[in-house]
Nanobody, 111 residues
Framework: QVQLVESGGGVVQPGGSLKLSCAVSGIIVSNGAMGWYRQAPGNQREWVADILRSGGTRYANAVKGRFTASRDSDKNTVYLQLNSLQPEDTAVYYC?????WGQGTQVTVSS
C-alpha cells in the first residue's frame, strides 16, 4: 500500500522560509518521479515541482529560484524547501507519486 504523508507547513511572514516533507511508504522514492503541487482557495491544483528518478528537478516558473525539491533515499522522503515566500504562495501543498496523493499541508504567508 502506497502512502504519502506531508508535513512542515505553517504560518510564515513574507520573505520567510519553510521546509516541507513528504514521507513515503510502499514505494522507493528514488525509483520514480515525485511531484509537488499546491492548491489555493478557489483555485485549481497546480504543479509546483518535480524531482525525477535521475534526481534532476523541474520547477514551475512561479517558484523557480525560490523553491528547491530534494530527496533522501535513506529516509524514503522527499522535500520542498520554500524560500522568499510571498502571500501568493499561500496554499495547501501536496506531494504526488503517479496517482497517489498525500493529504496536504497548509502553508500560509501573512504579515
Amino acid at each position: 500500500q502506497v502512502q504519502l504523508v506531508e508535513s512542515g507547513g505553517g504560518v510564515v511572514q513574507p520573505g520567510g522560509s519553510l521546509k516541507l516533507s513528504c514521507a513515503v511508504s510502499g514505494i522507493i522514492v528514488s525509483n520514480g518521479a515525485m511531484g509537488w503541487y499546491r492548491q489555493a482557495p478557489g483555485n485549481q491544483r497546480e504543479w509546483v515541482a518535480d524531482i525525477l528518478r535521475s534526481g534532476g528537478t523541474r520547477y514551475a516558473n512561479a517558484v523557480k529560484g525560490r523553491f528547491t525539491a530534494s530527496r533522501d533515499s535513506d529516509k524514503n522522503t522527499v522535500y520542498l524547501q520554500l524560500n522568499s515566500l510571498q502571500p501568493e504562495d499561500t496554499a495547501v501543498y501536496y506531494c504526488r507519486y503517479e496517482h497517489y496523493w498525500g493529504q496536504g499541508t497548509q502553508v500560509t504567508v501573512s504579515s
